[in-house]
């Protein structure tokens, strides 16, 4: 066998850039990238069917019935969840990660990234599901890179977030 050839079961067959708001469980390989500092996006990888989805919210919750989008943590997470298990996953195979949270001091007077990370906390227990990676907290910016096939992520801590951090690089 030629060792040159690689499995194109490894390559992803493209990137998706997830902005603040938005849910994405797709049907074939991609790398999700997305940029965070005080919102936080969530990783659920089913181990048994070998697929994965992402979310990115910037608010922790909403309880005004109409305006719930995937700007809300309680909303993304549960949505995202749901969208899992239509894909016919089991709760006992599904693993989480989650990203985010940052909170600058000087930046804010409210830690809404801590309140993000709470949010995502509760829900995924809540629901039984397994946390199994997180780099949470702290005042830096991340990048994440999430591989919906084989469960892996890759984040860039940065100072600040600028426009070059965003997929595609500039």
Known sequence: MNQDNHS????????????????????HSVGISTVLGSGVSICIFDREKRIGGMNHFIFPYIATKGKTTALYGNIATITLLKM???RKSLIK??????????????KSNEDVGR???DIARKILL?????????????????KVVFNTKTNEVAILKVDRLRDQDWYPYQ
């Open 84 to 86: 899992m298990l239509a």
């Open 8 to 27: 194109s079961e490894n390559s992803l067959a493209n990137h998706y850039l997830l902005e603040p708001g938005y849910i994405l469980v797709p049907d």
């Open 126 to 142: 809540k629901n039984q599901i397994s946390i199994t990676s997180q780099d949470v907290g702290g005042e830096k910016g991340r």
């Open 93 to 106: 195979s599904l693993e989480a990660q989650i990203y985010g949270g940052a909170y600058h001091p000087e």
């Open 115 to 117: 309140k993000n990370i």
